[in-house]
């Protein structure tokens, strides 16, 4: 099993910066991917981004792409999400997830951290 822990939410202005963290304990050595989903009240969870926890490969939601970066220490067992240029849009509850299979669905996930971008 692997246990997620988000944190670094709060509210920023557009066109702010923010960084999110997720700390990964548990069996990691053997996952798959991690990534960063979001979720807004009465809207289903959406994919934000994913790294490949060995080779850092990287994927991104159009919405996302060119704004928010994602990276992972691997000695830490930390996943980094930084969002860069905010948009109010971009407020919601973050997830932070783990996988161990390739093409499967997440397995884990973190307890969410909150983001409000104000305009």
């Known amino acids: 099993q692997v246990q997620l822990v988000e944190s670094g939410g709060g509210l920023v202005q557009a066109e702010d910066s923010l960084r999110l963290s997720c700390a990964a304990s548990g069996h990691t050595f053997s996952m798959h991917a991690m990534g960063w989903s979001r979720q807004t009240p009465g809207k289903e969870r959406e994919f934000v981004a994913s790294?490949?926890?060995?080779?850092?490969?990287?994927d991104y939601a159009d919405s996302v792409k060119g704004r928010f970066t994602i990276t992972r220490d691997y000695n830490k067992n930390m996943v980094y999400l930084h969002m860069n240029s905010q948009k109010p849009e971009d407020t919601a509850d973050y997830y932070c997830?783990?996988?161990?299979?390739?093409?499967?669905?997440?397995?884990?996930w973190g307890q969410g951290t909150q983001v409000t971008v104000s305009s």
């Open positions: 997830a783990a996988k161990y299979g390739i093409y499967t669905r997440w397995d884990y």
């Open positions: 790294i490949t926890w060995s080779g850092g490969t990287t």
